[in-house]
């Protein structure tokens, strides 16, 4: 359990975020990747990574259960400013780095994909921020590289998600595959990436980084000042605790 990187062949590494059952992080899980994806792109010898991960889903977001029982807001400033340290490593590695999403990729996770500089998908993707529903705010800036605004807003309104086959018709997914297919199908689109010259790549991830129209650090930083707000004025923790006592409820009777 946990992050672990591989290097399956010459010029690529493939991180993997390991958190049963849904991929939930903590908050030095988020740390631990922020540090993995940063230090992997350093490498000299890495020239693209891809971002996997194991299990039911990509990823499922924060581990509510832990801002639950932490008391104050100590767990919550932990998560911002974790997940804006994982979600920065992502978009400032040095190398592209190819998201490869399966089963759901919700909250946290669409900030990764939202960074990523390459998506693709398995045939079973779900994408969403059903932060309304859970108490917070926060990743409509990643979700917005992903989807048209008007879409991007009557998602988060709703909490509703959207499927890898939606996002591949608006561009942002690169391709959609059966299951089965998705870590091949990463695996060559980060092949045919690093077959590039290193130090050119590097400084084309620069260069596209430099011109993005939106600042993505600030943006989500932005962001997070109203989910602070949230839990200081008490719906923050109320919707968290609705959300929760709903899902222990479900596994219960599973």
Not at 2 to 20: K, L, N, Y
Not at 190 to 219: E, F, M, Q, T, Y
Request: with cysteine; proline share 4%; hydrophobic share 45%.
């Amino acid at each position: 359990m946990g992050i672990s990187t591989a290097r399956p062949e010459p010029g690529i590494a493939v991180v993997t975020v390991d958190f049963p059952p849904v991929n939930a992080l903590p908050v030095q899980g988020w740390y631990d990747l922020a540090d993995t994806v940063r230090r992997t792109g350093t490498d000299l010898r890495v020239r693209c990574i891809v971002l996997a991960a194991t299990g039911r889903g990509f990823n499922a977001g924060v581990d509510l259960k832990e801002v639950q029982r932490t008391p104050g807001h100590r767990a919550l400033i932990g998560v911002n400013r974790a997940c804006a340290a994982a979600f920065s490593a992502v978009y400032d590695c040095e190398v592209p780095v190819v998201a490869a999403v399966h089963g759901h990729c919700l909250g946290g996770g669409i900030g990764l994909v939202g960074n990523a500089d390459a998506v693709v998908a398995s045939d079973d993707a779900v994408f969403g921020l059903p932060e309304l529903d859970r108490g917070a705010l926060g990743a409509a800036t990643h979700l917005a590289r992903l989807v048209p605004q008007h879409l991007m807003r009557t998602l988060f309104y709703t909490a509703r998600t959207v499927s890898a086959q939606e996002l591949h018709r608006h561009g942002s997914v690169w391709q959609v595959v059966p299951r089965d297919e998705l870590h091949a199908t990463a695996l060559q689109l980060a092949r045919d990436i690093a077959a590039k010259d290193g130090s050119l790549l590097r400084l084309a991830k620069a260069a596209l980084n430099g011109i993005d129209p939106v600042d993505v650090h600030r943006s989500y930083r932005y962001e997070q000042g109203f989910t602070f707000e949230a839990a200081l004025d008490g719906v923050a923790d109320r919707l968290r605790g609705t959300f929760l006592s709903g899902k222990d409820d479900k596994e219960q009777q599973s």
